[in-house]
T-cell receptor, first 110, second 112 residues
Framework: SQTIHQWPATLVQPVGSPLSLECTVE??????LYWYRQAAGRGLQLLFY??????ISSEVPQNLSASRPQDRQFILSSKKLLLSDSGFYLC?????????FGSGTRLTVV | GQQLNQSPQSMFIQEGEDVSMNCTSS?????WLWYKQDPGEGPVLLIA?????ELTSNGRLTAQFGITRKDSFLNISASIPSDVGIYFC????????????FGTGTRLQVTL
């Protein structure tokens, strides 16, 4: 069966520090992969999506970047975090019956 | 980015009551999805709708895909305390990337 792993679950980082969040999918090949961000009490905003290795599309201008070095690996990064980068980050992959989300990473930038 | 209009924003109901929430869009979608999110967790898919007019049930949940393809509703019958959470609608226009557009969410709280 297909599973999606996302880590870490929580992260507290100082302003100006780098960021790397990792997401991996098992049990499928060539999935569409997505990074979403959810501000407190808000809906989900699509940040990046990828339809294949090395193919990244950005939905909104921001301080973050994404990479897909392997078919089932999706990484969200930043060189220097801002306070406004705080939020709940969700990785997802799409399949015929909808999206499946990871368990999320709560990032607090202090 | 675009978000779907979802209402109500929040609701307090008593255990055993029925709940109804809906989602509207200015754009058409060819798939509507309903998710539930518990605190600190990722959203979990409840119901998926693939055809205009489709009415689908999953236990105490019933959802419909509007005829115009611009709206959907979710009903929960005989609510129980574990129904507490945030419910999101999402529209999907399938294509190369199959990007989901999410509603703003309905926060449901159930009192005994």
């Amino acid at each position: 069966s297909q599973t999606i792993h996302q880590w870490p679950a929580t992260l507290v980082q100082p302003v100006g520090s780098p960021l790397s969040l990792e997401c991996t999918v098992e049990g499928t090949s060539n999935p569409n992969l997505y990074w979403y961000r959810q501000a407190a009490g808000r809906g989900l905003q699509l940040l990046f999506y990828s339809v294949g290795i090395g193919q990244i599309s950005s939905e909104v201008p921001q301080n973050l970047s994404a990479s897909r070095p392997q078919d089932r690996q999706f990484i969200l990064s930043s060189k220097k975090l801002l306070l406004s980068d705080s939020g709940f980050y969700l990785c997802a992959w799409s399949e015929i019956y909808g999206y499946t989300f990871g368990s999320g990473t709560r990032l607090t930038v202090v | 980015g675009q978000q779907l209009n979802q209402s109500p924003q929040s609701m307090f109901i008593q255990e055993g009551e029925d709940v109804s929430m809906n989602c509207t869009s200015s754009s058409i979608f060819n798939t509507w999805l309903w998710y539930k999110q518990d605190p600190g967790e990722g959203p979990v898919l409840l119901i998926a709708l693939y055809k205009a007019g489709e009415l689908t049930s999953n236990g105490r949940l019933t959802a419909q895909f509007g005829i115009t393809r611009k709206d959907s509703f979710l009903n929960i019958s005989a609510s129980i305390p574990s129904d507490v959470g945030i419910y999101f609608c999402a529209g999907l226009l399938t294509g190369t990337a199959s990007k989901l557009t999410f509603g703003t969410g309905t926060r449901l709280q159930v009192t005994l």
